[in-house]
């Protein structure tokens, strides 16, 4: 395959195909988006017209070898904007492939890995927790029921009621907690994302405030999605519940195809469903550990919801941000779009 034939579209990164003296033979989509150029516009042009400083590009050209691995370079700028990028490049039959990762790509990146990070060691506290406390709990929980069979007074009739109360609500918050811990095995299915949230939003007969506005602008031309439509329902059901009590007056869920999104493992198309509503702003200093566990920004509230979200996201290989901003406040899930041929069907950890 000559070089000019790989399929650009396919790569998750910016990438400019390059011919053997650096000029533009070739930049991907994600590369015209960074550059705000065409590819048109890129074509014939020097790698040094568009990244900087000039002794830097040379530098790197001149390490190239056919032979020799790629080259990097973490002090480079575009030249439009000035926006930091790290460059990384080969040779290859052909010519040379240069990707770049902007800054604030970079920093998304990063992010997103440390919250996973984050929701693995949840998750392991998660499942230590199930064993060496829920046995013990149902032990306590048997031995306090049997003890109000028994024949006593009111008052202790009153205290072992009050022991078996005590133990049902730490039964359910660890059970809560759980929720974001690891999940066995699921068998996914193809759903149709729209009935599902269609499904979570309830007709209004008192289920939400009637001057809550409650709008839908879908995308008809979404396809059906590879999922588990329980989880994936109760990742909606967060969302859908926490707009509701944040909103003032309107709630907007959206859904669209996002062409330049690329998730982490899946080089296919992407899914965004977005649920925005124009309550109180999220303080920034909260938002980059709002999918913590007990991290919320309200006065009462588990803190879990948000956590079970990502989690969910983390199973179906999407992933979770929030937007805050401007009077408005948006969840943005993007799930990627997957069939019951792509790979195995079944999601979650052991």
Request: proline share 6%; glycine share 8%; aromatic share 4%.
């Amino acid at each position: 395959m000559r070089f000019e034939q790989v399929p650009l579209s396919i790569l998750p990164l910016p990438m400019l195909l390059l011919d053997s003296e650096a000029r533009i033979l070739q930049a991907n989509l994600l590369a015209q988006e960074a550059l705000c150029k065409s590819n048109r516009q890129l074509a014939g042009r020097h790698l040094s017209d568009v990244f900087s400083p000039y002794v830097e590009i040379e530098r790197l050209l001149s390490l190239l070898t056919p032979y020799g691995g790629g080259v990097s370079e973490h002090h480079v700028c575009m030249q439009d904007g000035g926006m930091p990028v790290s460059l990384h490049m080969g040779m290859h039959e052909g010519g040379i492939a240069a990707i770049f990762v902007p800054e604030a790509h970079r920093s998304e990146v990063e992010r997103h890995a440390k919250r996973h990070e984050m929701a693995e060691a949840v998750a392991r506290i998660a499942l230590e927790m199930a064993h060496e406390v829920k046995n013990p709990l149902a032990a306590l929980r048997g031995a306090s029921q049997w003890l109000s069979e028994q024949d006593m007074n009111t008052d202790a009739k009153e205290a072992v009621e009050q022991m078996i109360n005590g133990v049902d609500r730490i039964r359910d918050r660890i059970d809560a907690f759980l929720q974001v811990g690891p999940r066995a095995p699921v068998q996914m299915e193809m759903i149709n994302l729209h009935a599902l949230i269609q499904d979570v939003i309830p007709n209004r007969d008192g289920q939400y405030p009637e001057d809550i506005y409650i709008s839908r602008v879908f995308d008809p031309s979404l396809p059906d999605i590879l999922a588990h439509p329980a989880r994936l329902r109760q990742a909606f059901e967060n969302l859908w519940q926490n707009a509701l009590e944040a909103a003032d007056s309107k709630i907007e869920w959206q859904t669209r195809m996002a062409p330049l999104v690329h998730l982490p493992g899946h080089q296919g198309k992407v899914v965004e469903i977005s649920i925005t509503n124009d309550g109180a702003m999220i303080p920034e200093e909260l938002q980059d550990r709002l999918f913590e566990p007990y991290v919320t920004g309200k006065q009462r509230g588990s803190g879990l919801g948000l956590a079970q979200v990502e989690r969910v996201m983390l199973e179906h290989g999407g992933r979770v941000n929030v937007k805050s901003e401007n009077g408005r406040t948006t969840m943005i899930l993007q799930l990627p779009v997957k069939s019951l041929n792509d790979g195995s069907n079944q999601s979650g950890e052991k």
